[in-house]
């Protein structure tokens, strides 16, 4: 049974109008979808690649739990104290407000004292594990842009598996394990996200930093985005550039910063002895405070509003594109084949907007591509991070890099660092064999062995 604790009314979230808005200030927020230029062939739309705006994505989850009567209070039951077996003036009641600990708890707003928290049943079962799933389900895929992070009230479980899925909960893989001894629980030696690097960025690992019981006065249990993120984009996030490049051009590692659905499976309580008290159970039990997931809507690039209506989340697609996550062309637009907007060239991107079908207009379309204007880009980014240099982003097929900002492409070749084939992209190339053109993703693996500076292909 899902349990549903959403607004009701209808919930938007954009800042900007995306007609009315000038070049965005800063580099690198994509919020503008398209804007209109004068130009001598009078006023036309200047596309750019766009999305929606990063923000707490707990307003617009479902959560369900497994069992789904593991929640304390039915029938009460008094808790005891974590740390004290002989405390136990703690009531769980379902049937009264104040006692009640029922999951939305995990999602208001934390800031009062003491704080609001789910709790489950105790472990009065025991030797029985104390197992519980929490699974939060979005109905849509999202793109996460900042830590997930668990409070538990009553100490940090001492084994959790957090999970992702892609597919809606059809499928699920783990995304990180925590535990208080690794080895021990999942044979899996302990590591930190600080001992990844570029190369093992997406090795899913068990860490056992956060799961030190209550003996600590930490209650908090992370999976680090922005610390996988500044493999890329450096300690402080400076230089996004780089990062953006890489979820350009690596599918896999935008791939593991997208959900549909997270699940954290609690596996054991905090014990915080070796051995469990059996003659005290009720001291053993899950208590979450609060659970904070932030990303945005996965528009691919061609969407900067995502409505939340009817309990269901759609990206407003632009750029001639439809369905929930802007993945196709609309009808009457599929002069080209459908391509997801990239974020290159810093700062506005490519829309790759979605063109009038060749039947729908009797004639073959103006290919109407505007470039950025160069020369504005600069004086509006005087310190934005490079696009292309001679050093670590390479442009590809012999093109050379201008000012940094652009590859100047030999005639045969098209594409952001020349990675395409012209006649590729107009499908003219006459060949249904693919002899002669390069292997898919192979400009990407080139274009991540020039900014990781390795010769090795990555395992990802
Ligand atoms: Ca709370």
């Not at 593991?70 to 002989?86: K, L, Q, R, V």
């Not at 979820?247 to 590692?253: F, G, I, V």
């Not at 009720?282 to 995502?306: E, M, Q």
């Not at 012209?422 to 060949?431: D, F, K, M, V």
Request: aromatic share 10%; proline share 7%.
């Amino acid at each position: 049974m899902y349990l549903s604790r959403f607004l009701s009314i209808h919930a938007l979230w954009v800042t900007v109008s995306s007609v009315m808005q000038p070049y965005p200030l800063v580099w690198g927020h994509y919020d503008v979808c398209k804007t209109q230029i004068y130009t001598e062939e009078g006023k036309v739309w200047d596309y750019m690649a766009c999305q929606p705006e990063s923000t707490d994505m707990t307003k617009y989850l479902k959560v369900k739990l497994d069992p789904p009567d593991i929640t304390c209070g039915d029938p009460p039951e008094s808790f005891c104290a974590m740390g004290n077996p002989y405390m136990c003036n703690n009531e769980c009641d379902a049937t009264t407000p104040e006692l009640a600990h029922p999951p939305e708890l995990m999602f208001d707003f934390e800031g009062r004292h003491p704080s609001t928290f789910w709790q489950s049943a105790t472990w009065k079962e025991y030797p029985k594990p104390l197992q519980v799933n929490i699974t939060l389900s979005w109905s849509k895929t999202i793109e996460l842009t900042d830590n997930i992070v668990i409070t538990f009230e009553s100490g940090r479980p001492d084994q959790m598996i957090l999970e992702k899925s892609l597919d809606y909960g059809r499928t699920w893989q783990p995304y990180q394990y925590y535990a208080t001894d690794c080895l021990d629980a999942f044979h899996m030696d302990p590591k930190s996200v600080k001992d990844l690097s570029q190369h093992s960025v997406l090795e899913i690992i068990c860490t056992e930093e956060y799961s030190t019981g209550y003996s600590t006065n930490s209650k908090i249990i992370h999976f680090e985005i922005k610390d996988r993120f500044a493999f890329f984009a450096g300690p402080r996030l400076r230089n996004m550039a780089s990062l953006y490049g890489q979820l350009d051009t690596t599918k896999k590692l935008r791939d593991f910063f997208t959900v549909t659905d997270l699940r954290i499976r609690l596996l054991r309580p905090a014990v915080g002895e070796i051995f469990v008290d059996e003659l005290h159970l009720a001291r053993y039990f899950y208590a979450i405070s609060d659970i904070k997931v932030r990303g945005r809507c996965k528009c691919n690039l061609h969407a900067t509003v995502c409505v939340y209506d009817n309990s269901k989340l759609t990206c407003e697609c632009e750029h001639n594109t439809t369905g929930p996550d802007c993945g196709k062309c609309k009808k009457n637009y599929q002069g080209r084949p459908w391509s997801p907007g990239s974020y290159l060239p810093i700062p506005k991107g490519t829309a790759n907007t979605c063109i009038p079908s060749i039947s729908s207009i009797g004639t073959p379309p103006k290919f109407n591509r505007i470039w950025p204007n160069i020369s504005s880009l600069e004086v509006s980014n005087p310190k934005q991070a490079n696009v292309c240099d001679n050093e670590l982003l390479h442009c590809q097929n012999g093109g050379t890099c201008h000012n940094n900002v652009r590859c100047l492409c030999p005639a045969a070749y098209t594409g952001i660092l020349c990675e395409k084939l012209r006649c590729e992209e107009a499908g003219s190339c006459g060949s249904d064999s693919g002899q002669g053109v390069p292997p898919r993703g192979s400009p990407a693996l080139l274009l991540l062995t020039a900014l990781l500076g390795t010769a090795s292909p990555l395992v990802f």
